[in-house]
């Protein structure tokens, strides 16, 4: 059974000052004005508004809310800083940039294999961190600012990850990207109604059988012994860490250094939302014991999947499609009205996807001598992709190259 849960509140207070506290303001004329934040306490001092703003344009997102941002490598021992610029007019922002700064080497993927590159001052703005009224004033804003951050040597290089093509600065800065790293789908599950039965109407009348027979499968297996259980307060977040990151790293994502762990970043990243009244993770609990587990946030009525899997030995069990199909009932009942499965392309999210749109990574460098290294690298890293999805995709060899190589890093693990 699903435990009841109260009403989430998805508005923070700021514990900091009026909008002021933001120091670095600079009018640009025509009643337009810049305001820069480049710490934690001045970007305090725009939180709410950018929350607003980002509402009122499309959605808030955990990669450009700023308390949010603040988990994932904000902080001195990370040598990582945030960085917000508002563009305002008349008092009203029209545009906006969120991300952050760091100074440290990137992780370029070549297939499994990462290669690092060298030590850079980066830019990075990930998903939801340009936020636009859709007018041209504001395009040009944000193409000149970050031009302008390169020129001055403000930083090396600036990473635009999750960019949408239909965003409304994709092809302006597309013209300004030194190179592009990533292209794929964004899939997202717009739900159907107000119920699990509206969640099953959706699906093909061969789906709806698999997805019962998957269900009497598991009860038979566990002989009925099974529940959903879920976690959304900040003295549930220890608990549920310590046994999900057991459970996570008897995961292939685990054997390939990938997806949910028992780390700072989150414990820092549940602590938060959790705080905030975001957090909603769960457990598909079989025999008393957690056998497959979700993390995810809620953001206005968006729900943002960050993380889950399932003990390996009962693969054949769909476990983890089991609990989804149950966590998206439970979202309908606090009035969820969409799932962001966020980067990546897999037969899960198309399977239970029901839009999508395409999406880049886009980078825009400067030219010292680092940086054209860089760019080398990662230029490598694009041709690697491009005989991928010109060469093995079309013959039906690239999912079995990766099945092999994640067979192969799967067994060297002790």
Not at 271 to 289: H, K, M, N, S
Request: glycine letters at 10%; charged letters at 25%.
């Amino acid at each position: 059974m699903l435990h009841s849960f109260g009403s989430i509140s998805l508005e923070a207070k700021s514990t900091a000052g009026p909008q002021s506290d933001a120091r670095h303001m600079a009018e640009i004329g025509g009643g337009r004005a810049v305001v820069t934040a480049r710490s934690l306490a001045e970007a305090a001092g725009l939180r709410d508004e950018l929350r607003s703003f980002a509402y009122a344009r499309g959605k808030l997102t955990p990669f450009s809310d700023l308390d949010a941002l603040s988990t994932i490598g904000v902080g001195p021992e990370d040598h990582a800083e945030p960085y917000a610029v508002v563009y305002r007019e008349s008092g009203v922002p029209y545009c906006a940039i969120i991300g952050r700064i760091l100074l440290g080497r990137s992780i370029c993927r070549i297939g499994y294999r990462a290669v690092s590159t060298p030590k850079l001052r980066r830019f990075e703005i990930s998903y939801g961190g340009l936020v636009t009224d859709g007018t041209l004033r504001a395009e040009h804003s944000v193409c000149t600012h970050l031009d302008k951050m390169l020129a001055d040597h403000e930083v090396d290089c600036i990473t635009i990850h999750g960019l949408a093509t239909r965003h409304q600065t994709y092809a302006s800065l597309s013209r300004l990207a030194s190179f592009r790293t990533r292209f794929g789908k964004h899939w997202v599950y717009r739900l159907p109604g107000t119920s699990y039965a509206d969640v099953l109407k959706g699906f093909s009348r061969n789906h709806r059988h698999n997805i019962r027979r998957k269900d009497r499968g598991v009860l038979d297996h566990f002989k009925g012994a099974v529940g959903v259980r879920l976690f959304c307060r900040i003295e549930e977040v220890t608990d549920f860490m310590t046994r999900t990151a057991s459970l996570a790293g008897k995961t292939y994502q685990a054997a390939l250094g990938l997806g949910f762990s028992d780390s700072i970043k989150w414990h820092r990243i549940l602590e938060t939302e959790a705080r905030l009244g975001r957090l909603r993770c769960y457990w598909l609990v079989c025999g008393g014991e957690p056998v497959a587990f979700q993390v995810g946030v809620v953001y206005g009525d968006t729900y943002f999947l960050h993380a889950m899997g399932y003990l390996p030995e009962y693969g054949e069990l769909s476990l983890g499609t089991v609990l989804h199909l149950r966590v998206l009932s439970d979202l309908m009942t606090i009035g969820v009205k969409e799932v962001d499965y966020e980067f990546g392309d897999s037969e899960f999210k198309r399977t239970y996807g029901s839009d999508s749109w395409d999406e880049a990574t886009l980078h825009l460098c400067g030219h010292s001598r680092r940086t054209r290294r860089c760019r080398l690298v990662h230029r490598c890293a694009v041709l690697a992709s491009i005989v991928k999805s010109t060469v093995l995709q079309p013959l039906g060899l690239d999912r079995k190259l990766k099945r092999v190589l994640r067979h192969l890093r799967v067994a060297r693990q002790p």
